[in-house]
């Protein structure tokens, strides 16, 4: 059986295309590693609502399907940022 973090992510984001999940990484990594990711997470809200694009951009919205998966991601990326310091730290 398989435990890696990909066969997590399928079960976290059952119904993902492959251009979906790349999409949403590359927000969460973007939104993660700004230094006023917050601030960066609303403008891009604020995107979602006056574009409407919410086939593309949807999973920033809280009541989106898939906005668990998208901040599962962003945290997975702030993990991974922090890890290495942690490490060099000791």
């Given at each position: 059986?398989?435990?890696?973090?990909?066969?997590?992510?399928?079960?976290?984001?059952?119904?993902?295309?492959?251009?979906?999940?790349?999409?949403?990484?590359?927000?969460?990594?973007?939104?993660?590693?700004?230094?006023?990711?917050?601030?960066?997470?609303?403008?891009?809200?604020?995107?979602?609502?006056?574009?409407?694009?919410?086939?593309?951009?949807?999973?920033?919205?809280?009541d989106h399907p898939?906005?668990?998966?998208?901040?599962?991601?962003?945290?997975?990326?702030?993990?991974?940022?922090?890890?290495?310091?942690?490490?060099?730290?000791?």
């Open positions: 059986m398989e435990t890696s973090s990909a066969a997590m992510d399928h079960r976290a984001a059952p119904s993902l295309s492959a251009e979906e999940k790349r999409r949403i990484e590359r927000v969460a990594r973007c939104v993660a590693r700004d230094r006023d990711g917050d601030l960066t997470e609303k403008l891009l809200l604020r995107l979602l609502s006056i574009t409407r694009n919410g086939r593309r951009w949807g999973f920033l919205a809280p898939l906005h668990p998966y998208y901040l599962q991601q962003k945290v997975s990326e702030r993990c991974r940022i922090l890890r290495p310091r942690a490490a060099a730290d000791r």
